[in-house]
């Protein structure tokens, strides 16, 4: 049950109207998680300069949907995992290795070390040791790209912890993340 009401996109105005419209241009609507979080415009217009920056960075679309599938199922986010599944398949995630991510694991061996590292900032709330930053680096990714990394993680935390506390009405193919939890 939503415990944040969803705003009506049509109801608002100000600053939270500007977003909204942008979010709809861009998307061709705007997802429960937006219309929920449009409740505070600082909150989302921050989540939306973080995503629209990341979006500009070296890890490349699959991976980063990768991460957040992987980051949704350490945190057991059914609404970002039914949403990043979404995602993943149209940056061309095949259905097997979704699975496989929400388990924070994949049959590639260098985003097996990503994924790997990504649910240990989640399980160790971002203490990692050297051994965890060398097992990344060792993979072949450079400092630039464990940077995005911790802030990609970092993002979809926010919105893993806004969907459990909001309560976040599930508006994409339903993914449950509840095998991998078990």
Not at 49 to 70: D, F, H, N, T
Not at 144 to 172: K, L, Q
Request: net charge negative; glycine share 10%; proline share 4%.
């Amino acid at each position: 049950m939503q415990r944040i009401a969803k705003l009506d996109p049509t109801s608002v105005s100000g600053a939270t109207k500007d977003l909204l419209q942008a979010v709809k241009a861009q998307m061709g609507g705007v997802p429960y998680l937006i219309a929920t979080m449009a409740h505070s415009p600082a909150a989302l217009g921050g989540y939306l300069g973080l995503s629209g920056a990341l979006a500009g960075g070296v890890l490349p679309p699959k991976l980063r949907e990768q991460i957040a599938i992987a980051v949704a199922g350490a945190n057991t986010c059914d609404y970002c995992a039914s949403a990043h599944s979404l995602l993943g398949k149209k940056a061309g995630v095949p259905h097997d290795e979704i699975e496989r991510n929400l388990a924070g694991t994949s049959s590639d061996t260098k985003t097996a070390a990503a994924l790997a590292f990504v649910v240990k900032i989640v399980h160790e709330r971002g203490r990692l040791d050297s051994e965890d930053l060398g097992a990344v680096r060792d993979a072949g990714f450079s400092d630039e790209e464990v940077v995005e990394m911790v802030a990609h993680a970092a993002m979809n935390i926010f919105t893993n912890y806004f969907n459990h506390i909001a309560g976040t009405e599930i508006d994409f193919p339903l993914v449950t993340t509840a095998r991998v939890a078990a």
